[in-house]
């Protein structure tokens, strides 16, 4: 019986055996949602576009900068001069690939105020972000809510996934108790990143989400993937076991406690930057064009640009010499370049926009 005409864009994946005709329809029906559009979100968004995954929900709080582009596959030099947040530029970009599909891109924090209501009616959710904190927030969502999620991480020429079917599988927390310190753990910013490596673990998290939005969650892969790119070297780690040997605040005890804020910080060093995310509990919605048109007239502000999405704009840095380069977004956030320490940024955000 030949393939329905819908699917004849798809026909060398639906001739793959493990997914066929009905995988295919299944994948086409589905809603994923990427967390973060940055080295890995790009990589697997692309994927699952291409794929032909019926609605993707692209989440993503940055704007694109020229230090992206070596491993960010979505974005191009046209997209740092118009200044784009990521999700704008990744819906862009991706209705370009795929228009037989729904793309919306979200520009904001994904945060326990809001992550329940952006993952609403995902098949799955596949992690892009670059900090534990949020993992664990989305980890919380997903575990209530039983929405198979696929974790992903990556920094200098090490990558590491694992693919999480709530009430299955061992959960993040089951595996990480609790996040790491702040700088305990090595960045993009302190290690860098090999430019490839976000290609192999980005694209393993679309394999993994691919299952299950062709409805094969019997196929997923129930190890913790480690790998090193530069030495070659790869372990799969036995997890199967953790979710029954522990007693898990979240998967087993049901204790959201990330979900319900108490464990979340407003303000966040960012990954790969020397930069600073402030997210006020109390913003409301900011409107772009008057609050440009009042940093106009600050005798230290310079360099004011906006657009419908954000206004940046200079100020001198609180560091002998320094200068802060603020990006504040329509929903109150800003991101604070310039310096990693949140306590100055908290300063200088209360300053200049005054929320």
């Keep these: 019986m030949p393939v329905v005409s819908v699917l004849d864009r798809y026909n ?3 001739l793959f055996s493990a997914i066929g ?7 086409c029906a589905a809603t994923a949602v990427v967390a973060g559009c940055g080295a890995l979100g790009s990589v697997a968004a692309n994927a699952l576009a291409r794929a032909g995954v019926g609605r993707l929900r692209l989440i993503d709080r940055d704007f694109v900068e020229e230090s992206n582009l070596h491993r960010q596959v ?9 200044h784009l947040p990521k999700a704008a530029a990744a819906e862009r970009r991706l209705r370009l690939i795929n ?14 105020a809001n992550v329940e209501e952006l993952l609403q009616g995902a098949c799955v959710v596949v992690d892009g972000t670059d900090n534990f904190e949020t993992r664990f927030v989305l980890n919380d969502a997903c575990v209530k809510h039983g929405i198979p999620w696929v974790y992903g991480g990556a920094v200098g020429s090490t990558g590491m996934t694992m693919t999480i079917i709530p ?18 753990a090595p960045t993009c910013d302190t290690a860098g990143i090999l430019g490839p490596l976000p290609g192999v673990i980005g694209n393993w998290e679309a394999s993994e989400a691919l299952k299950i939005c062709a409805g094969r969650r019997d196929a997923v892969n129930a190890c913790l993937l480690s790998l090193d790119l530069w030495s070659g070297e790869i372990q799969r780690l036995n997890i199967s076991a953790a979710r029954e040997r522990g007693n898990c605040p979240c998967c087993k005890q049901h204790k959201y406690e990330f979900l319900e804020g108490g464990r979340v910080s407003t303000s966040v060093t960012l990954c790969g930057r ?4 402030i997210n006020p509990r109390l913003a409301g919605l900011v409107d772009l064009q008057q609050l440009a048109a009042r940093l106009q007239s600050g005798a230290d502000i310079s360099h004011v640009l906006a657009n419908k999405f954000l206004v940046r704009f ?10 802060y380069e603020f990006t504040v977004f329509a929903d109150g956030r800003a991101i604070i370049k310039g310096t990693g320490d949140p306590a100055r940024a908290r300063t200088a955000y209360a300053k200049y926009v005054g929320l």
Excluded: M
């Design 74 to 82: 979505l974005f191009d030099e046209q997209d740092c001069r118009e």
């Design 274 to 277: 020397n930069a600073v995310q």
């Design 167 to 184: 009430g299955q599988t061992p959960c993040l927390r089951c595996i990480f108790e609790a996040p790491p310190p702040h700088g305990s």
């Design 314 to 323: 200079n100020v001198p840095g609180a560091e002998a010499g320094a200068l």
């Design 99 to 112: 228009s037989a599909i729904s793309v919306t891109g979200l520009v904001t924090d994904l945060n326990p």
């Design 12 to 14: 060398r994946q639906t």
């Design 21 to 27: 005709p009905q995988g295919q329809q299944n994948i």
